[in-house]
């Protein structure tokens, strides 16, 4: 599994999009902060990239960085992190220094720290939060499976991370981390 997770970072840092599973669906990843390999996700999905996307982190020090934590309650981010790991996502308002690529024209920033083993393994070989969005077209069913994958999307992925996905049935619930508002269920 090492080569494969070394495989997966040399794409991610080659500005390649990789897909990977996570606690219900496999998942489109890239760097955060590769603004093409970003564009490329968008394009590969045929969604609008105003809509934004989360970051999935191995662990809270991955994703602080993406919060304006000057702006989060102490009880709002104990609420969030007590959930964490787990398939829990929260919009935090987001920091100065995260690019507006990432959260399209939201004014929050999706995270969400992951329990799913090979998804953290990702995070943490990579050394970062990576992007995690559903690998799926706009409009179509997620994938569950590699093949499902590489159904979808043949050779335009530069890599896909074959694993099982969690036992969720359902991408996870988004929920608002200062309001505890339920975004999607």
């Known amino acids: 599994m090492e080569a494969a997770l070394q495989s997966a970072v040399a794409a991610l840092r080659a500005g390649g999009v990789v897909a ?24 590969l999905k045929q969604r609008p990239a105003t809509q934004g996307v989360l970051l999935i982190a191995a662990d809270f020090a991955q994703a602080e960085k993406y919060i304006d934590l000057a702006r989060v309650p102490a ?9 964490w790991p787990g398939p829990h996502t929260w919009i935090f308002p987001r920091a100065a220094s995260v690019p507006d690529w990432i959260a399209g024209s939201h004014t929050g920033i999706a995270l969400r720290v992951t329990a799913h083993p090979l998804a953290a393994a990702l995070c943490n070989a990579f050394g970062g939060a990576i992007v995690s969005t559903s690998a799926n077209r706009h409009g179509e069913a997620p994938a569950r499976t590699a093949a499902q994958v590489r159904s979808a999307f043949g050779d335009q992925l530069v890599y896909i991370l074959d694993g099982a996905v969690g036992g969720q049935e359902r991408p996870t619930p988004i929920r608002d981390a200062i309001s505890g508002e339920l975004i999607r269920t």
Do not use: I, K, S
């Not at 996570?22 to 394009?43: I, S």
């Not at 009880?75 to 959930?83: C, E, F, G, K, Q």
């Open 20 to 43: 990977y599973p996570t606690e219900a669906v496999y998942g489109l990843g890239c760097d955060p902060h590769d603004h093409a390999a970003f564009e490329r996700v968008f394009a």
């Open 75 to 83: 009880d709002a981010l104990a609420r969030a992190r007590a959930t």
